[in-house]
Each structure stands twice: as C-alpha cells, then as structure tokens.
C-alpha cells in the first residue's frame, strides 16, 4: 500500500491546519448567509431514507467485485509481480467485467452525492445530520473501494494496459484507468476525505444511524491505506473546504435523485421521451407474452449489469387479451391436465395463484389497468403499461412461440409475482429475482416446453441475462429460419429533439452496440 500512502498523505500535501480545536458551539446555520439557503436542493426523508438504502446496495455491490478478484488469483496476483503477464482474450473479458461494474457503482454513488453536496445550506439540523451522512457514506464507499481496487490491480504492471484501453459498451475512452486513479489518488480527494470526516464526527456521529456501521468501516480501511491519523479541523475550517471542494468530489454528472437501485434517475426528472399517446397506440400491437425492452436515458437501472438496454418485463395483458389468445385445443387440454376440469386458464391462474391474480385485475388511480409484469426494486409486480413503457426507449420483440407454449410462460410468470428484487443478481436462486431473470425463467425450456434459449454474460464471475444480450441475441440471429424472436416496434429515443419515434429494425439491431453511460465519454 506505500504507493497509495505516497499518494494520498504525503507529508507535503496533508491539509496544513494543525491540531486545530473543535468549534463545538456554533451551529451550521449561523454560518451561512439566511439567502444561501435557497441554493439547496432539498429532499424528502422518504428519499433520503431511499438514498441510504441505495448507498448501502452499492456498497454490497463493490465488495462483491473485490471478493471476487480475491478469489481469482490468477486473474488479480495477491502480491506484487515483478514483470508483466500477457492474459489471454477470455482473462481480459473477466478482468474488464470488474472494471465495468465498478464504474457502474462509482457513477451511481456520484448521483447521489451531488444530491447532498449543498447540505450545509439547510437550516435543518435534522435535514442536515442525515444528508450529511448520506453524502459521507456515499463518499467513503467510492474512496474505499476505488483504493481496494486500485491496490490489487497494481500487483500486475499490465492490467494497467487492459483497463486503459477504450470499452465501447460503456463509453469508457481510452486512458480512463489513468484517470481514474488520478481522481482518486489525487491530494484532493484526501484533503475531501479529512475535512468530511470531520464534519462528521463533529455534526453527525450517531451510531443508531442505518449508515454508521458502514462508514466506520470504510472510514477505518481508508485510514489504513493513509497511514496516521488527518489533523481534526474546526467547524468553520470544515465547512469553508466544503463550499470550496466538494463539486471535485463527484462525476460531473447532473445533480439527481436516487430512488434505490431498480430506479434511480439522475436528471430530466419525470419527463419520459415516450408520449402517452405513442404508449396507447402501442396496445393494439400488443400480445400477451411479448417481451419489452426498455430504456430510461437518465436512470442509473441495474446497476453492476452492462449494457445500452438495462430493463426487460413481460406484457401479460388483460384477462380480456389473453381469453382471446388461449382459446385452442391445446390450451384447454393443457389447462385441464393442470387441475382445472373448466379448462379456462383464467381459471388456472385464479385457482393456482389466487392472490397474485387479485392483484394483476387491480386498476390504477389513473384508471390504468394492469398489463405488464416486472421485477422492480419493489419486487416482482404488476405494473400497467403506462408505467411500464414511460421510457425513453421502448422495443417490443415477439416470441416465436405457439399460444400453448405463451400460456405456460405466463404461467410460469405469475409464480414469481411477489418476490424480491434480486440486488445480488444471482440467477441460481429463485428467492429473489432480476428484471432479466424473470424473462430469463418464465420461457426457460422445460419438460414439453419449448421455451427460449437466452444467452448468459459472466459479470464478475455471475453468469447473468442481460436485456442487452436479448437485443443482441435478435441481432445475431435475425434471418435464421431458428430466429426466437420478431420485432413488432421499437421507439427509439432522441434526446436533442425531446421525443421518441419509430425507429427501423435495422437501428434495432445495432443498438445493443450502444455504450451503457454515453455521459462517461465526456466526463470521466
């Protein structure tokens, strides 16, 4: 770790204010001018409860990558190496698989960051003690893991070289590594790390706090990579380097609202490319079991996972639509062999899954009905097509499956209404489930199911299904006679017109190809 302690508190840079004493008796408040107050970007409690709960998902999902880089010597030497190895493409694919995921997690942190920077704006101690610990958290969790990374990628002089050059799939130039290390190697962000530490100590430390055992953790590893202790700085020294410092201390990234991990939007707040109107002329296209591809241009969505489409859910449709799609023989005689003599699989799914199917028939308070089932961060839900497609970026790809075979996907589909969200993206567990997963394991083949063969990605060491590789599965198999699946629309999108159009299957195709966070080429 001496490289790191080098950086971060060589003697030349610490912040130079002595042991300095601690204004224990002034209030934030009284600091700041009564006008500066209207330049904060105040939040409910509500969201920033939803914020600590994100911060702490984000922090699972970098101890996730480091633990998996500790398990796989082989990828990431446990100790220094004196000359450079030369891995093989399927080792660079795993080792970039690490670095993608971080970023994903730094980015999402940042969103939420920016949120709190002006805490100290509030003339709410309350408001302030949890923005400020929500900002402080958010922080160290980057600080502590960008330095765990860094310190196992630097016992191999060439992963360096790997993760320096430019990955498309996440708008990452070329150099980014450097970059990356300079951000958080940089005198800066250890001068940010001391003076926030001590406005927390000083204005928050409450150990009843969800944040708290997180922080003191990261708080303690990041002092162990520093060596010694930082001098502690008075209230008002503290708060002065804040105003000053703290845009440095975050991605460049419009300010933005996190609403946990399935959600969390970042800019442009509730305004969706796609028009209502263009939502309800999408119905009459619409069959149940058709697969929905989806996008939100500013939502930080499946975080950890790659990829340009980040969201997938079934469209079920009405009891109505799908009486008129599962009226064939086989349906009936399928149904009956299920258990029910009437062989109507309204029936069934009422009879076998009577909650669930309470549920699905429930309006809106926009009087919306019910037609999409999605995992959300709320869990696996019913959602109506409204909110569902409220995107920027919406494509409807058709299964090539006969109405029997679309039954029993949606059969299968109701099983999994209720469950949790799956933050940990573990497909080999059906407790909790992922928006991908459960398109993944409603048409997965079975015994007299044909189903749909979805490719798998390996993302740290996970073998996942992202909505990425089901376009790029379109792609790769369009004008085979063995193709899964028809595209029955795609609305792309266009953010310097504000709006979404039609697009050709032809720009279908090559959008899988399109970089995850196009924000990041320009500002990492």
Same mark, same amino acid.
């Given at each position: 770790m001496k490289f790191l302690r080098a950086y971060l508190f060589s003697s030349g840079n610490r912040i130079n204010s002595g042991l300095a004493w601690v204004l224990l008796l002034v209030g934030v408040s009284g600091l700041m001018p009564a006008a500066a107050e209207s330049q904060l970007s105040y939040?409910?409690?509500?969201?920033? =409860? !939803?914020?600590?709960?994100?911060?702490?998902?984000?922090?699972?999902g970098m101890q996730t990558i480091i633990q998996y880089m500790e398990s796989q010597p082989e990828l990431f030497p446990l100790h220094?190496?004196?000359?450079?190895?030369?891995?093989?493409?399927?080792?660079?694919?795993?080792?970039?698989?690490?670095?993608?995921? @971080?970023?994903?997690?730094?980015?999402?942190?940042?969103?939420?960051? #920016?949120?709190?920077?002006?805490?100290?704006? !509030?003339?709410?101690?309350?408001?302030?003690?949890?923005?400020?610990?929500?900002?402080f958290a958010a922080f160290v969790a980057q600080y502590r *893991?960008? @330095?765990?990374?860094?310190?196992?990628?630097?016992?191999?002089?060439?992963?360096?070289?790997?993760?320096?050059?430019? $990955?498309?799939?996440?708008? =990452?130039? #070329?150099?980014?590594?450097?970059?990356?290390?300079?951000?958080?190697l940089n005198v800066v962000r250890g001068t940010e790390f001391v003076t926030l530490n001590s406005l927390y100590n000083i204005l928050v430390i409450d150990?009843? +706090?969800?944040?708290?055992?997180?922080?003191?953790?990261? $708080?303690?590893?990041?002092?162990q990579f520093g060596a010694g202790r930082g001098e502690v700085l008075t209230l008002?020294?503290?708060?002065?380097?804040?105003?000053?410092?703290?845009?440095?201390?975050w991605f460049p990234v419009q300010a933005g609202v996190a609403e946990w991990m399935g959600d969390t939007k970042v800019t442009r707040l509730n305004e969706s490319l796609i028009s209502t109107s263009q939502i309800n002329d999408m119905l009459p296209s619409l069959l149940p079991a058709d697969v929905l591809l989806e996008r939100r241009e500013w939502y930080l969505s499946n975080i950890g996972l790659p990829g340009y489409w980040?969201?997938?859910?079934?469209?079920?449709?009405?009891?109505?639509?799908?009486?008129?799609?599962?009226?064939?023989?086989?349906?009936?005689a399928w149904v009956k062999s299920k258990g029910e003599q009437s062989g109507d699989f309204e029936a069934l799914l009422k009879s076998h899954y009577p909650k669930s199917y309470a549920l699905s028939l429930i309006t809106t308070e926009d009087d919306h009905k019910a037609r999409v089932i999605e995992a959300i961060s709320?869990? $696996?839900?019913?959602?109506?097509?409204?909110?569902?497609?409220?995107? /920027?970026?919406?494509?409807?790809?058709?299964?090539? +499956?006969?109405?029997?075979?679309? %039954?029993?996907?949606?059969?299968?589909?109701?099983?999994?209404?209720?469950?949790?969200? /799956? *933050?940990?993206?573990?497909?080999?567990?059906?407790?909790?489930?992922?928006?991908?997963?459960? $398109?993944?394991?409603?048409?997965?083949?079975?015994?007299? *199911?044909?189903?749909?063969?979805?490719?798998?990605?390996? =993302?740290?060491?996970r073998k996942v299904t992202t909505a990425n590789d089901i376009a790029?599965?379109?792609?790769?198999?369009?004008?085979?006679?063995?193709? #899964?699946?028809?595209?029955?629309?795609?609305?792309?999108?266009?953010?310097?017109?504000?709006?979404?159009?039609?697009?050709? @299957? %032809?720009? *279908?195709?090559?959008?899988?190809?399109?970089?995850?966070?196009?924000?990041?080429?320009?500002? @990492?």
């Open positions: 939040v409910s409690f509500a969201r920033i =409860v !939803s914020d600590q709960k994100a911060v702490l998902q984000y922090r699972a220094k190496l004196t000359e450079k190895r030369l891995p093989t493409l399927t080792q660079k694919q795993q080792i970039r698989s690490t670095w993608k995921s @971080l970023l994903d997690y730094i980015l999402a942190l940042d969103s939420i960051g #920016q949120l709190y920077e002006n805490f100290y704006l !509030s003339s709410d101690a309350e408001y302030r003690k949890h923005a400020l610990a929500t900002l *893991f960008a @330095l765990e990374y860094i310190h196992r990628i630097e016992n191999d002089p060439g992963l360096d070289v790997v993760l320096n050059e430019a $990955v498309d799939d996440v708008a =990452v130039a #070329q150099g980014a590594y450097d970059k990356f290390q300079f951000r958080f150990e009843a +706090l969800p944040l708290h055992n997180a922080i003191e953790e990261d $708080v303690q590893r990041i002092w008002k020294n503290a708060l002065d380097i804040i105003k000053n410092t703290s845009t440095t201390a980040p969201h997938a859910a079934i469209y079920i449709g009405t009891a109505d639509e799908r009486r008129k799609v599962f009226d064939s023989d086989e349906v009936v709320e869990g $696996v839900m019913f959602t109506s097509l409204e909110h569902s497609a409220d995107a /920027d970026s919406v494509a409807v790809l058709r299964p090539k +499956l006969n109405p029997l075979e679309k %039954a029993m996907a949606i059969y299968k589909a109701f099983s999994f209404h209720g469950r949790p969200y /799956d *933050f940990n993206f573990d497909f080999l567990t059906d407790s909790a489930l992922v928006c991908t997963e459960l $398109v993944y394991k409603s048409f997965e083949p079975g015994r007299q *199911f044909k189903g749909l063969v979805l490719p798998t990605s390996e =993302v740290v060491g790029r599965l379109f792609d790769e198999e369009y004008g085979d006679p063995k193709a #899964q699946f028809d595209l029955v629309m795609f609305l792309d999108g266009l953010e310097k017109q504000h709006k979404a159009q039609i697009a050709s @299957l %032809a720009e *279908f195709r090559l959008s899988w190809r399109r970089p995850k966070w196009h924000i990041l080429v320009q500002d @990492l």
